[in-house]
């Protein structure tokens, strides 16, 4: 009987421990579009895309920033010089609450035109 006992106790302690330290669900929230933002308190971003005003498609300047941190994408293809070959897709990924995103201005084609462009995000609450 004591061994039932205890059993049933050391049982009940697992799954109680268990339960209180499972991740937490997200749920929907909305879409958002934007150029920079931080990732609120209780929430997380899903990043679908990143839609620059200008893509450059002969060069690497094709960038964003997360937490100052360049973060450099290849929009893809061959030109006539035959630098570039497959695109490198990164999307989607997930930044958790407190993060930074940003998209600064970006000289291009010689200096005549500058660009920033738009995150497409989708925003989860932390249940």
Known sequence: ???????????????????????KELTYSRVILLDSGVVPVGKVWKIESYMPEHIIPVD???FFFING???????????SGGIFGNSMNI???????????????????????SSV????????NEN
């Open 69 to 79: 941190r360049v973060v450099t994408f290849y929009t893809g293809g061959s030109f």
């Open 1 to 23: 009987m004591k061994f039932l006992l205890t059993s049933f106790l050391v049982l009940w302690g697992c799954c109680a421990w268990a339960q209180s330290s499972a991740p």
């Open 117 to 124: 462009g738009q995150f497409s995000i989708i925003e989860f």
């Open 91 to 113: 999307f989607p990924f997930w930044l958790p609450a407190g993060t930074v995103i940003e998209s600064r201005k970006q000289v291009i084609y010689g200096g005549t035109l």
């Open 60 to 62: 690497a300047s094709n």
